[in-house]
């Protein structure tokens, strides 16, 4: 009887597999690809406004290596569109890897421009060129040179991967190492965007009363608000996916073959996203 009873259970199950599969890679696709237009789009129209004006403050040079930070992971874009809607890795493993922690790179770099952007303004800090561009270069070189290798030497290095499938390196999540360095990871961002959010609401709140009802023809004001936006870009793309990070490493098992792994892509995809900021540049909400 238990057998019988269970039989059109087991069916519908596997029937509904596929189906939710073909679901999540419908919107990894969406989001990929809105963000691959969106940042292309963006990343095009801002470097014709920026060669035209000529100018090099601070602002225009972190806004430049954003966007080249944009660029290397929209390069990547097309690959990741590929794999879902083929459901197969034709690239090669050491590019799967690669790809994999670009993605992460991306994230934590522009993180770090994010937050200087909006320290400088907070602080209203004054920078020569050469100590904003040697700050900038720090940034990269450990980002680049140091910890990337040092991700792809410790990233999917699992025999048991199946090298035609990608962005599935799940299985070291449960080594102690990762764990205490994704917790770390949450913390920092939680705790960074948290504390600003709540100084750069206290600043704004200030100065609204400071210079009520005309606060927006002055431009203390409106650079504040602009600070502001990169606040909500982090607290929109960045801050979901290192949420469900903590419900994402307690819950799932290496062994399993279940969607918990596509649901954090989906958070993952969430913070591509940010390459549409250009676009929020140009339509003058962050400009």
Not at 83 to 110: L, P, Q
Not at 139 to 155: C, K, M, Q, R
Request: glycine content about 4%; aromatic content about 16%.
């Amino acid at each position: 009887m238990f057998n019988t009873s269970s039989a059109p259970q087991d069916i519908a199950s596997n029937r509904t597999l596929p189906h939710n599969l073909e679901r999540l890679h419908l919107i990894l696709i969406a989001l990929y690809s809105i963000s691959l237009g969106g940042g292309i789009a963006g990343i095009i129209v801002m470097s014709r406004l920026l060669f035209q004006r000529k100018i090099q403050s601070v602002m225009t040079i972190i806004i430049k290596n954003l966007m080249v930070v944009h660029s290397i992971l929209l390069f990547s874009l097309p690959f990741r569109i590929s794999y879902y809607i083929s459901s197969e890795w034709k690239f090669g493993w050491f590019t799967c890897k690669m790809f994999s922690g670009m993605i992460y790179v991306h994230m934590y770099i522009t993180f770090i421009f994010y937050v200087a952007i909006i320290i400088i303004r907070l602080l209203r800090l004054e920078f020569q060129r050469w100590r904003t561009t040697t700050w900038i270069a720090a940034v990269w070189f450990v980002g680049t040179v140091i910890i990337f290798p040092i991700f792809l030497s410790h990233y999917g290095t699992s025999k048991n991967y199946n090298h035609s499938k990608c962005f599935q390196f799940h299985r070291g999540m449960k080594e102690q190492g990762m764990v205490i360095a994704n917790y770390c990871l949450i913390s920092i961002m939680v705790t960074t965007v948290s504390v600003l959010s709540i100084i750069q609401l206290a600043v704004i709140f200030q100065l609204a009363m400071k210079y009520w009802p005309d606060m927006n023809l002055h431009v203390e004001f409106r650079a504040q608000m602009k600070s502001f936006f990169f606040i909500l870009v982090i607290l929109v793309c960045f801050v979901p996916h290192h949420v469900f990070r903590i419900y994402y490493i307690q819950k799932f098992h290496p062994e399993d073959d279940n969607n918990l792994t596509l649901y954090n892509e989906i958070f993952l995809a969430f913070t591509a996203l940010c390459c549409l900021d250009m676009l929020c540049f140009i339509a003058g909400i962050a400009h």
